[in-house]
């Protein structure tokens, strides 16, 4: 299995632009989780789909994120518009009903110029 | 209060050393936990996983739990510079329910 596939792996963009960042489950996993990193904030939660539907946004940080899951194999993170204060690593993250073991993917940089 | 805390460090142990890593959670249904290990630029990846009260070893890697301290923690044994990395906890509470990681404490394992 191709494991967890994040696109793009660097975006940099400027202050006010649309970015949005793509994720390709691995194939029969039912869950998805998207993370954000930064050194001040470590690894935090913005949003998981339970076969495919959104189960808790709570993580979300404002109206500017949103997420979409239109199928078991695609999933779109879009920040509109962006800031300065939204670059950080963003994960990409799935996993089985059955084995709750979260396997990752390899991350989009993000910067916001 | 943090769901998930760890010392961030970082904590330094010479080599054939054991490093204690430990973690602390606040919601007390909690049913599942996590180590992975995050290497720098690279994305976490699992290393252990432990669900119920006492201790789980893997090799070099042992994982405790203590729920009723709400208390989880990861030793390493013989520890090797390739082990030098952030170490991540995770929690999780019910199936299927969010992960929530801790801050992660790094690792320096020195020759």
């Known amino acids: 299995d191709a494991g967890v596939i994040q696109s793009p792996r660097h975006e940099v963009t400027e202050m006010g632009q649309e970015v949005t960042l793509r994720c390709k489950p691995i194939?029969?996993?039912?869950?998805l989780f998207w993370y954000r990193q930064t050194m001040m904030r470590g690894l935090e939660l913005l949003i998981y789909f339970n076969n495919n539907v959104p189960i808790d946004d709570s993580g979300m940080p404002e109206d500017r994120f949103s997420a979409k899951m239109p199928n078991a194999s695609f999933s779109t993170l879009k920040i509109q518009p962006s800031e300065p204060r939204d670059s950080a690593v963003y994960f990409c993250?799935?996993?089985?009903?059955?084995?709750?073991?979260?396997?990752f993917g390899s991350g989009t940089q993000l910067s916001v110029l | 209060q943090k769901e998930v805390e760890q010392n961030s460090g970082p904590l330094s142990v010479p080599e054939g050393a054991i490093a204690s890593l430990n973690c602390t959670y606040s919601d007390r249904v909690s049913q599942s936990f996590f180590w992975y290990r995050q290497y720098s630029g690279k994305s976490p990846e699992l290393i252990m996983s432990i669900y119920s009260n006492g201790d789980k070893e893997d090799g070099r890697f042992t994982a405790q739990l203590n729920k009723a301290s709400q208390y989880v923690s990861l030793l390493i044994r013989d520890s090797q510079p390739s082990d030098s990395a952030t170490y991540l906890c995770?929690?999780?509470?019910?199936?299927?329910?969010?992960?929530?990681f801790g801050q992660g404490t790094e690792l320096s394992v020195k020759p």
């Open positions: 194939s029969g996993h039912n869950s």
């Open positions: 995770a929690v999780r509470g019910n199936q299927g329910g969010k992960l929530i």
């Open positions: 993250a799935s996993s089985s009903r059955t084995d709750e073991k979260l396997f």
